[in-house]
């Protein structure tokens, strides 16, 4: 099911957003460029995301749509091996994965979500 990933996310243009959450509850959003190793995700970290990781290793990538109305790509994944201090290299593990957008009242809504979206993974 993984391929349904790996050819959605084939087709955004932008890089994806790395979402983490501080240990004080923030949190903190940044660009990143992700690539697949087998079925991980393996991605570049900066100082501030892997402290993040370090408390909670729990992340969603974010890759938003080029064309207004069209579907954003949410995957949920969580560290998949132990965080190395002396690289910045992240291996993850998808735990779900979604096209996502708003509802239109003459569109598609999914009663799990209230909006338009697919389930891709998970």
């Given at each position: 099911?993984?391929?349904?990933?790996?050819?959605?996310?084939?087709?955004?243009?932008?890089?994806?957003?790395?979402?983490?959450?501080?240990?004080?509850?923030?949190?903190?959003?940044?660009?990143?460029?992700?690539?697949?190793?087998?079925d991980?995700?393996?991605?570049?970290?900066?100082?501030?995301?892997?402290?993040n990781?370090?408390?909670?290793?729990?992340?969603?990538?974010?890759?938003?749509p080029?064309?207004?109305?069209?579907y954003?790509?949410?995957?949920d994944?969580?560290?998949?091996?132990?965080?190395?201090?002396?690289?910045?290299?992240?291996?993850?593990?998808?735990?779900?994965?979604?096209?996502?957008?708003?509802?239109?009242?003459?569109?598609?809504?999914?009663?799990?979500?209230?909006?338009?979206?697919?389930?891709?993974?998970?």
């Amino acid at each position: 099911m993984l391929d349904h990933l790996r050819e959605a996310m084939g087709r955004y243009a932008a890089p994806p957003h790395l979402l983490t959450t501080g240990a004080d509850g923030r949190p903190h959003a940044t660009a990143t460029t992700v690539v697949w190793d087998g079925d991980t995700l393996v991605l570049e970290a900066g100082r501030r995301s892997l402290a993040n990781l370090a408390h909670s290793p729990r992340v969603a990538l974010l890759w938003s749509p080029s064309v207004p109305g069209e579907y954003s790509l949410v995957i949920d994944a969580e560290l998949a091996a132990p965080l190395d201090a002396d690289r910045a290299t992240v291996s993850l593990a998808v735990t779900r994965g979604v096209l996502h957008r708003p509802a239109t009242p003459a569109g598609p809504r999914n009663p799990a979500c209230g909006s338009d979206c697919v389930p891709l993974y998970g």
